[in-house]
């Protein structure tokens, strides 16, 4: 790969990219070339997007249903107070070209199901789950286990986060690493955890979570630096904890273990949960 993909705009606006060892125009221009699907332009979609735009990732998915409610500023801050009763894919893809034309946006304005999951994913090489429902964050996991495309995990409650990364880079000499399910093997049942709506959230604790997604998104597609794969970290705005607890792929998983039950995402009833974390 040749820095002479980027132009005089571009090494101008890369700069300081481009001016350090571990990533230099060579770095750049696999940013540039990178494509990365953010499902959920909400609170960790936000953040992630904005600094994924800005970085260069030349293809940025973005996935969400919903409209911009005047309840969601208070932490998804790449909608602004005019936005209220748009599409949140019409304003984070407004934003995005606004912040860096070199970004190539693409916006669906749908919810993930397991018969539209493979078309959307495909084409991208990094999913960032910015969800805020256990269906759409154990399809994700289920779709992305099975084709073998790297997920960053994001999760957020009251005042706690946790994020992770599954490479999904299974059968190599090493040890396989971990998904969601070898961790937690069933979504909850709906109704038995309260929602964002109930229970509230700190509105810059997205913004952290969000963050430390992107960052993990850029680390993998420069192929440098120590990924959060088979590590999860804690973090608790409260008292300032940042905790790592190492996770190990579990034999007895339902989609990644020895005897998967789950072969395809249409072995699973993805059904609508209240969340837990996200939003
Ligand atoms: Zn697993």
């Known amino acids: ?14 700069s300081r990219h481009v001016i350090m060892d571990e990533i230099g125009p060579e770095g750049q221009s696999r940013l540039l070339e990178g494509r990365v699907l953010v499902v959920g332009a909400g609170g960790l979609g936000s ?18 249903d919903d409209v911009v409610e005047r309840s969601n500023l208070q932490r998804q801050i790449v909608h602004g107070d005019d936005d209220v009763g748009r599409p949140k894919v019409e304003s984070a893809a407004d934003y995005v070209e606004r912040l860096n034309p070199d970004i190539d946006v693409e916006t669906y304005e749908t919810r993930l199901t397991s018969d539209t999951v493979a078309d959307l994913v495909d084409g991208y090489d ?31 409650y009251r005042f706690e986060g946790q994020v992770t990364t599954f490479t999904n880079d299974r059968g190599g000499d090493d040890e396989d690493p971990p998904c969601y399910r070898c961790l937690f093997p069933e979504a909850p049942e709906p109704g038995t955890v309260p929602d964002c709506a109930t229970t509230g959230v700190l509105g810059v604790l997205p913004g952290t979570v969000g963050c430390i997604q992107a960052t993990e998104v850029v680390k993998y597609l420069l192929g440098t630096g120590e990924l959060l794969e088979g590590r999860l970290l804690l973090y608790d705005a409260m008292d300032m904890g940042f905790e790592t607890v190492e996770m190990r792929s579990n034999p ?6 020895d005897e998967p039950e789950i072969e395809s995402v249409d072995d699973v009833a993805y059904e609508g949960t209240c969340s837990l974390t996200a939003d």
């Open 126 to 156: 990094v999913v960032l789950d910015a969800s805020d429902n256990f269906a759409t964050r154990y399809l994700l996991n289920d779709h992305c286990v099975l084709s073998g495309t790297p997920l960053s995990h994001g999760a957020i």
């Open 252 to 257: 007895a998983c339902p989609v990644c273990g």
């Open 1 to 14: 790969m040749s820095d002479l993909r980027l132009d005089a705009t571009q090494l101008d606006r890369y």
């Open 47 to 64: 953040p992630a997007i904005q600094y994924l735009a800005a970085a260069g990732i030349g293809r940025l998915g973005i996935v969400d």
